[in-house]
């Protein structure tokens, strides 16, 4: 293995360059509402938040930002009046990347019931095949109960939900208080976490826990941000809690010693 590898920049998204004010739709997508529409009831999460375009904006950083709206909000979800509005974005049909360096410097919401996620899903969602088939990486995934906690998964078609193939490390400070940087290191077979440059986790195919189970990450995958509230996997909001807001600086995506593709759509 090669421990200091030859990385090429094939695509950056600089939020902090001061003459954007919004994101380019030519990249990105939006998800909007509950997941109702997509059959997904809050997003397959029993979810608090309904995504808003609004809630997505660029101010010398990409800004998701989560606000409560009270007992007497409009928006309808599937429990009733909306407790909170966020965001999510996407590049599905538009950027796809497979193998390589992908990084991202962000700064993580604080409050308990945040539920902030840098990851990616399977291009061959958009074509016919199912989640978890398609495959599913979380370069990082933390909630504001366990404000310390670094967290990177992969889910496949044997191995998702709380049965993802994961790994969990605790920093010494709360990640709402700085920009980290969170990357994954993505090769044939073989997937490797980073946390501010320093490895924390490896899985590879011939692992024990990964025979004799399917490995749909060999393909082309898009990249998503959001911010959700609540739900199974980031537990009771805070009752106080009025917003949070998660903080992205840039992504980068490398080649490793020649091997990564970008695809534009």
């Keep these: 293995m090669n421990t200091n590898p030859e990385r090429k920049l094939l695509w950056f998204q600089d939020f902090s360059n001061h003459s954007l004010n919004s994101i380019d739709e030519n990249i990105w997508n939006y998800d909007l509402g509950d997941g109702s529409h997509v059959g997904l009831i809050g997003?397959?999460?029993?979810?608090?938040?309904?995504?808003?375009?609004?809630?997505?904006?660029?101010?010398?950083?990409?800004?998701?930002?989560?606000?409560?709206?009270?007992?007497?909000?409009?928006?309808?979800?599937?429990?009733?009046?909306?407790?909170?509005?966020?965001?999510?974005?996407?590049?599905?049909?538009?950027?796809?990347?497979?193998?390589?360096?992908l990084e991202v410097r962000a700064k993580m919401p604080h409050g308990k019931g945040t539920w902030p996620a840098i990851w990616l899903l399977g291009d061959s969602l958009n074509h016919g095949v199912a989640w978890p088939t398609c495959g599913e990486i979380d370069i990082f995934e933390g909630t504001g109960n366990h404000p310390f906690q670094i967290q990177g998964t992969l889910h496949g078609p044997e191995y998702f939900g709380t049965d993802g193939a994961t790994m969990i490390f605790q920093h010494s400070n709360e990640l709402s208080e700085d920009f980290h940087t969170y990357a994954i290191s993505w090769s044939e077979n073989r997937m490797e976490w980073f946390f501010d440059g320093e490895s924390y986790n490896t899985i590879s195919?011939?692992?024990?826990?990964?025979?004799?189970?399917?490995?749909?990450?060999?393909?082309?995958?898009?990249?998503?941000?959001?911010?959700?509230?609540?739900?199974?996997?980031?537990?009771?909001?805070?009752?106080?809690?009025?917003?949070?807001?998660?903080?992205?600086?840039?992504?980068?995506?490398?080649?490793?010693?020649?091997?990564?593709?970008?695809?534009?759509?």
């Design 205 to 265: 195919r011939e692992d024990e826990v990964m025979r004799d189970r399917e490995w749909p990450f060999n393909a082309e995958f898009y990249l998503i941000l959001n911010l959700a509230i609540g739900g199974w996997f980031a537990g009771d909001v805070d009752p106080e809690l009025r917003s949070a807001h998660f903080e992205i600086d840039w992504i980068k995506y490398f080649s490793e010693n020649g091997v990564g593709e970008l695809f534009l759509h």
């Design 43 to 101: 997003w397959g999460n029993n979810e608090r938040e309904f995504y808003t375009k609004g809630s997505v904006s660029v101010q010398s950083s990409l800004i998701i930002q989560a606000t409560h709206q009270g007992d007497e909000s409009p928006i309808q979800t599937y429990y009733g009046p909306a407790e909170w509005t966020s965001g999510k974005i996407h590049t599905a049909n538009k950027v796809g990347f497979k193998f390589g360096y």
